[in-house]
Nanobody, 115 residues
C-alpha cells in the first residue's frame, strides 16, 4: 500500500527550529512532485513549499528565508527545515505528492510554536 508519512513535529519556542520529514513507501516509488502544506485551526490548508521533479522550489511569502525544502538522493524522503519559527507557524503540516496523476497525502504532523 502506498503511504506518505510525515514526522518531526512538536513543540518549539519562537525563534527555534524543527525539521520535518516526509517518507514515501514502498521505496520503489519516487517523490518527484512534492509539496508541503499547513493548516492552522480555523484556516484553510495552504501551500508552504513545493517542487516538481527536482526543479525550482517555490515558497509561500510567509516562510521565505526561513524554511528550506529538500529531497534525498533516492527521492524517497522530503524534508522541510524550519528556522526562526514564529507562533503563526503553528499548524498541522502535511506532505503531498502526485503518483500516477493522483494526489497522495500524508496524515500530517503537528507543529506548535509557543513560549
Amino acid at each position: 500500500q502506498v503511504q506518505l508519512v510525515e514526522s518531526g513535529g512538536g513543540l518549539v519556542q519562537p525563534g527555534g527550529s524543527l525539521r520535518l520529514s516526509c517518507e514515501l513507501s514502498p521505496r520503489r516509488f519516487n517523490l518527484d512532485t512534492v509539496a508541503w502544506f499547513r493548516q492552522a485551526p480555523g484556516n484553510e490548508r495552504q501551500m508552504v513549499a513545493a517542487m516538481r521533479s527536482g526543479g525550482p522550489i517555490e515558497y509561500a511569502d510567509s516562510v521565505k528565508g526561513r524554511f528550506a525544502m529538500s529531497r534525498d538522493k533516492y527521492r524517497s524522503t522530503a524534508s522541510l527545515q524550519m528556522n526562526s519559527l514564529k507562533p503563526e507557524d503553528t499548524a498541522v503540516y502535511y506532505c503531498k505528492t502526485v503518483l500516477y496523476g493522483r494526489d497522495v497525502w500524508g496524515q500530517g504532523t503537528r507543529v506548535t510554536v509557543s513560549s
